[in-house]
């Protein structure tokens, strides 16, 4: 998708015709992601590039479009160019190591969660034999329960 989106047009608002644009690159988008994948992709890939006109746009990451469309129109721009293209996309494999550190940041991370459920449930409690700390398959969950219920 090649195009100049114009935002002067008389008798139009100017915020309705950037809402517009914004909306018509947002259905480009999701009209091209649910193209059938090549064999061997994994993914769409987006090449962008925003600017005032053809020549002068920049490439920026599918996620900063709009952000970038914004900062455009703030800086009181009267139109502005976005080119989309789609390719496929192929997922690089992780290494090892990253992948073993992830998991650990991850469990250390479910750990604190849990132990700051704990507190906060062992704050409306007196007696430390009211709070029942139940396993579950994927995470532990911590649940309040009074000893008249056990």
């Given at each position: 998708?090649?195009?100049?989106?114009?935002?002067?047009?008389?008798?139009?608002?100017?915020?309705?015709?950037?809402?517009?644009?914004?909306?018509?690159?947002?259905?480009?988008?999701?009209?091209?992601?649910?193209?059938?994948?090549?064999?061997?992709?994994?993914f769409?890939?987006?090449?962008?590039?925003?600017?005032?006109?053809?020549?002068?746009?920049?490439?920026?990451?599918?996620?900063?479009?709009?952000?970038?469309?914004?900062?455009?129109?703030?800086?009181?721009?009267?139109?502005?160019?976005?080119?989309?293209?789609s390719?496929?996309?192929?997922?690089?494999a992780?290494?090892?190591?990253?992948?073993?550190?992830?998991?650990?940041?991850?469990?250390?991370?479910?750990?604190?969660?849990?132990?700051?459920?704990?507190?906060?449930?062992?704050?409306?409690?007196?007696?430390?034999?009211?709070?029942?700390?139940?396993?579950?398959?994927k995470?532990?969950?911590?649940?309040?329960?009074?000893?008249?219920?056990?």
């Open positions: 998708m090649k195009k100049t989106y114009t935002l002067n047009i008389e008798g139009k608002n100017r915020d309705r015709l950037l809402d517009a644009s914004k909306h018509d690159i947002r259905k480009y988008v999701k009209r091209e992601r649910a193209k059938v994948l090549p064999e061997g992709a994994d769409w890939d987006f090449d962008c590039k925003v600017g005032i006109s053809d020549g002068s746009s920049a490439h920026v990451h599918l996620a900063e479009i709009m952000a970038a469309v914004d900062a455009l129109v703030t800086d009181g721009a009267d139109q502005f160019y976005v080119e989309i293209s390719k496929p996309g192929h997922r690089a992780r290494s090892a190591a990253l992948a073993s550190s992830d998991i650990a940041s991850q469990a250390l991370y479910t750990l604190q969660r849990s132990v700051r459920q704990a507190w906060l449930i062992s704050d409306q409690f007196e007696r430390p034999d009211q709070i029942l700390v139940r396993k579950c398959r995470t532990p969950r911590i649940t309040a329960i009074s000893a008249a219920n056990c």
